[in-house]
């Protein structure tokens, strides 16, 4: 059922278009009752209206469900896609066309504001700011635009965005068989972020090149050691399962036959490609780098009310971690393994919080760990990661709620997936008690009220 609404912002203002222009994009003017994706593959609404009130009220019996105090804009993997980010933004009434003093023509994704909604919100960037396109630096510096203007920004980490820390922290270390392979594992979705550093930093700058090994040498610091593939499985017997360990072995194999061609067409060669790490190392992990900010100010899971925010969702590892040490111990558990253990964060369950969709190959959440994060008053897991076509979701894993905001923003991965023109989506929480999916690839917005199924 749907019905007319006044209480949402005015979904006619127009949002960022790909010319960096503002324009008419439609976005729902109507609300519909938001249920459950279809449990079971039925279609009965019945059914999916009792799942979902079973799962707010098995929540509800151990704590209360408690709402945030300012109202919480969750905007999800944008993948390199600046306007759709702008969109998106704009979408949420947050921010208004700014202007432009500088001498530098600037487009609106580094000149907007933030109006008085935006300033009284808090906005989560649910991870996975890169790869895919249309472009990387944009994006980033279109987010850090947003920090700039003074707006209250939580940014949790993606693995699209860890795949490039790990594999660039990777090449500092020494010849380790538990990770000398983590920067050819970036290959290739990767490889568009390094063509855009490659073509502003080093190709047309004549000393980028100034002290930077020959073609051998970069590809012996590059690639994995031949003796990788024996030693990797060895080493890394007990930790990871059999199953598991065949699976990298043969995806690094063809990751790394495929590298040096991969650089070819992105117009580099050895020599190139680890001039352009070492700049990344520079942009990236050093403190005066000009996106030092980005990887220092992620974090892996922040919490908000009755509502966890994390890229992909829980195992019962985690699970039992939040419930004895809370969030900021799990926060600083992965800043510690990005830090010191990268073989560890990366296979292991803290990044499966970036990975999971539950499947047989991810790590399991069982009822247990449900309790357990049900009686830490966690309600809701809300995440990107999986990618929908038609606006947001709400699903049942293993009986906890999942609000799953990834809306496939980015055009190239709407043109791939036969969307048209860039996407514009926001997963709003009201203090006032209710989750709204605001997406223009779906013609409601959906309205989910907990407080509807409690009384």
Known sequence: MTQL??????WQLPVA??????ADDQLPLRTETWLLGKPNHSDDETQRVQELREAVQRAASHQPWQWPKRRTLFISDPHADADAFVASLRAAGAISPGKDHSKKKKTLATTFKLNRAGRRARFIIGGDCLDKGPSNLSLLRSLKHLIDTGADVKLLAGNHDMRLLVGLRSLDEEPNALTEHLFVRMSPKAMPLLQEVYEEYVAH????LKGIPDEAECRRRLLPRASWYKAFP???????????????????????????KHCHDAGMGMREVYATAKACQRLFLHPKGEFFWFFDSMKLAHKSGSFLFVHAGLDDSIAALIAEKGIGCLNKLYRKQ???DLFTFYYGTVANTMRTKYRNVDMPLSDIGVARV???????????HRNRHDGQRLMLRQGLLHVEG??????????KEGLSGIGAAVTVIEPSGRVIGISNDYPFAKVFEPGEYLR
């Open 17 to 22: 278009g790909p010319a960096g222009e503002w």
């Open 338 to 340: 990005i830090r010191k």
């Open 406 to 415: 990834d809306t496939t923003l980015d055009r190239h991965s709407r043109h």
């Open 205 to 208: 700058r004549p000393k980028a």
């Open 374 to 384: 049900h009686r830490k008053g966690i309600h809701a897991v809300v995440h990107g």
């Open 5 to 10: 609404t006044s209480a949402l912002p005015n």
């Open 234 to 260: 060895k080493q890394a017997a007990g930790l990871l399962s059999e199953e598991a360990l065949t699976r990298e072995v043969v995806r690094l194999h063809k990751k790394a036959s495929h590298f040096e």
